[in-house]
């Protein structure tokens, strides 16, 4: 298996950026596609961006399209995901996961998670 951990989230001001990072250990990481999701208080986990074991193919919900930019450097086992512009509406906890499967944006097909990273974006 996988092991996962987030960091890089913190409080910034509406217009800001931060970038998150998603360090893995354990098999081999570019076995696996990355995801990264986030949950808002009171609201259901959502997709935000995945990337391909290559890092060419970057995929993105369409409320960061634009603004956040997820990358991959296997040979430091680690994901980015910078997040510029940012909203209060972006406030959530961040997570990264990983899967097996190919092109998947559903959160059942990542089996392997993170513990989480706070972002808040005061307004």
């Known amino acids: 298996q996988v092991q996962l951990v987030e960091s890089g989230g913190g409080l910034v001001q509406a217009g800001g950026s931060l970038r998150l990072s998603c360090a893995a250990s354990?098999?081999?990481?570019?076995?696996?596609?990355i995801g990264w999701f986030r949950q808002a208080p009171g609201k259901e986990r959502e997709f935000v961006a995945a990337?391909?074991?290559?890092?060419?193919?970057?995929d993105y919900s369409n409320s960061v399209k634009g603004r956040f930019t997820i990358s991959r450097d296997n040979a430091k086992n680690t994901v980015y995901l910078q997040m510029n512009s940012l909203k209060p509406e972006d406030t959530a906890v961040y997570y990264c996961?990983?899967?097996?499967?190919?092109?998947?944006?559903?959160?059942?097909?990542?089996?392997?998670w993170g513990q989480g990273t706070q972002v808040t974006v005061s307004s």
């Open positions: 354990g098999r081999t990481f570019s076995n696996y596609e």
């Open positions: 990337i391909s074991r290559s890092g060419s193919r970057p």
């Open positions: 996961a990983a899967t097996v499967l190919f092109g998947t944006s559903a959160d059942w097909d990542y089996n392997y």
